[in-house]
């Protein structure tokens, strides 16, 4: 079993800074990958970024590549997601999840999520 617990959500405003963390617990297999999707309301929930977690592969989607960063620290069974710069498109609720990703497109098929933390950008 694993569970996810996700941290650091709120209010940020446009153009600062916001560092998401998750942690992460229970038995994580080697070809999972650990990382972040997110829902706006009326949106379907799209993957911001995944870390392999045999290789170290990292995957971002293209709305948040080169504002974004996902980290992982092993030693302390923790996902961080680093972003910068906020946009308008960003707000939404963001969820720590198991993670895989085929040639674009991350998705979760072995469906582990934490319960959400919501980011609020203002202008």
């Known amino acids: 079993q694993v569970q996810l617990v996700e941290s650091g959500g709120g209010l940020v405003q446009s153009g600062g800074s916001l560092r998401l963390s998750c942690a992460v617990s229970?038995?994580?297999?080697?070809?999972?990958?650990i990382g972040w999707f997110r829902q706006a309301p009326g949106k379907e929930r799209e993957g911001v970024s995944c870390y392999r977690n045999n290789d170290g592969t990292i995957y971002y989607g293209d709305s948040v590549k080169g504002r974004f960063t996902i980290s992982r620290d092993k030693t302390k069974n923790m996902v961080y997601l680093q972003m910068m710069n906020p946009q308008p498109e960003d707000p939404a609720v963001y969820y720590c999840?198991?993670?895989?990703?085929?040639?674009?497109?991350?998705?979760?098929?072995?469906?582990?999520w934490g319960q959400g933390t919501q980011v609020t950008v203002s202008a």
């Open positions: 999840a198991t993670c895989r990703v085929v040639g674009t497109k991350a998705s979760n098929p072995y469906d582990y």
């Open positions: 229970g038995f994580i297999e080697d070809y999972y990958g």
